[in-house]
């Protein structure tokens, strides 16, 4: 990814410089339609991959027990 000032991100997607650091600070993916990730993406030169990270919780386990237990 490159860097790209804040303010210049915010006006490629059309939104806030706020909205931008809220973004970058939230501790839950926020909901993001797919025409604002690949935005986000493009402005960035990255995949959505290099964004996200999948970060397993306990609820995780209990699923992954009922489905092993049926």
Known sequence: MTGIPVIELAEDLGITENS?????KVDEMPRLSPERLSGI???L??????????????SDDRVISIIEAS
Not at 20 to 24: E, G, K, N, Q
Request: net charge negative; glycine share 4%.
């Open 20 to 24: 931008v650091y809220r973004l970058r």
């Open 41 to 43: 993406c493009k402005a």
């Open 45 to 58: 030169n990255c995949q959505p991959g290099d964004l996200l990270a999948y970060e397993p919780d306990e």
